[in-house]
């Protein structure tokens, strides 16, 4: 059976020369933490009630993505990189992860590490906004 390739915005992580690296996958299957409950600490009363709905639902969040991006010498490394950066640059970003069998709808923050390897490859911390962890497309 082959294995479908990661897409970001449809288009192969390959293409751009990236690969996610170890602990990506943790990352995006992290449950995403539930939206406060509405609390009423009425003093007329004891202890605080708490109002939990039928169905949680749950806050954004932010999720850090490391991606590898090389190319075969030092110009081909920068036209991946410079196209990566272009992508994460139109600020929405769709995820497609076929392993996992979802797509996760991100919003570009800001990279938080970078470090270089002799100017043919590097690697790039990405973190991202998800603004509606319940918005994951299937399939």
Do not use: W
């Amino acid at each position: 059976m082959e294995t479908q390739e990661i897409t970001i915005n449809k288009k192969l992580l390959s293409d751009f020369g990236a690969t996610l690296l170890t602990g990506a996958y943790a990352a995006l299957l992290t449950p995403p933490a539930l939206k406060d409950f509405v609390e009423n600490d009425d003093p007329l009363k004891n202890g605080t009630e708490i109002i939990v709905p039928e169905t949680p639902m749950v806050k954004e969040r932010d999720v850090t993505l490391t991606f590898l991006i090389k190319g075969s010498n030092s110009s081909s490394f920068f036209t991946n990189y410079n196209a990566f950066i272009a992508e994460l640059h139109k600020g929405t970003v769709v995820i497609s992860v076929p392993d996992l069998g979802r797509s996760f709808h991100l919003l570009y923050s800001n990279s938080t590490q970078f470090e270089n390897y002799q100017l043919n490859a590097c690697k790039l911390a990405v973190k991202f906004r998800e603004p509606n962890p319940a918005n994951r497309t299937t399939g």
